[in-house]
Nanobody
Framework: QVQLVESGGGLVQAGGSLRLSCAAS????????MGWLRQAPGKEREFVAG????????SYADYVKARFTISRDTAKNTVYLQMNSLKPEDTAVYYC????????????????WGQGTQVTVSS
């Protein structure tokens, strides 16, 4: 079983950048595809980005494509989400999650979750 801890959230102005980190413990992330999902107030949790076990395949939601980049560093057992050109509508709690099967695009696909980190984008 893997434990996940997110960090790097905060308050940023529209157009700015943030890099989220997800540190894993208990098991190497090489066993899992990894993803970032987010939940805004009053909305359902939604997929943001995912990366395969090898890192060779990435998947992005249309609303973040070309602005966000997911990556993984197996040596550090960490997954990252680089977020550029942030918009107020990106404001949400961002969750890191592990998928023991493949790069899932729904919340049901993910088996393990972190506690989340808040990202707030001001206009």
């Amino acid at each position: 079983q893997v434990q996940l801890v997110e960090s790097g959230g905060g308050l940023v102005q529209a157009g700015g950048s943030l890099r989220l980190s997800c540190a894993a413990s208990g098991r190497t992330i090489s066993y899992y595809a990894m993803g970032w999902l987010r939940q805004a107030p009053g909305k359902e949790r939604e997929f943001v980005a995912g990366i395969s076990r090898s890192g060779g395949i990435t998947s992005y939601a249309d609303y973040v494509k070309a602005r966000f980049t997911i990556s993984r560093d197996t040596a550090k057992n960490t997954v990252y989400l680089q977020m550029n050109s942030l918009k107020p509508e990106d404001t949400a709690v961002y969750y890191c999650a592990a998928d023991s099967r493949g790069v899932g695009r729904t919340t049901r696909d993910y088996d393990y979750w972190g506690q989340g980190t808040q990202v707030t984008v001001s206009s």
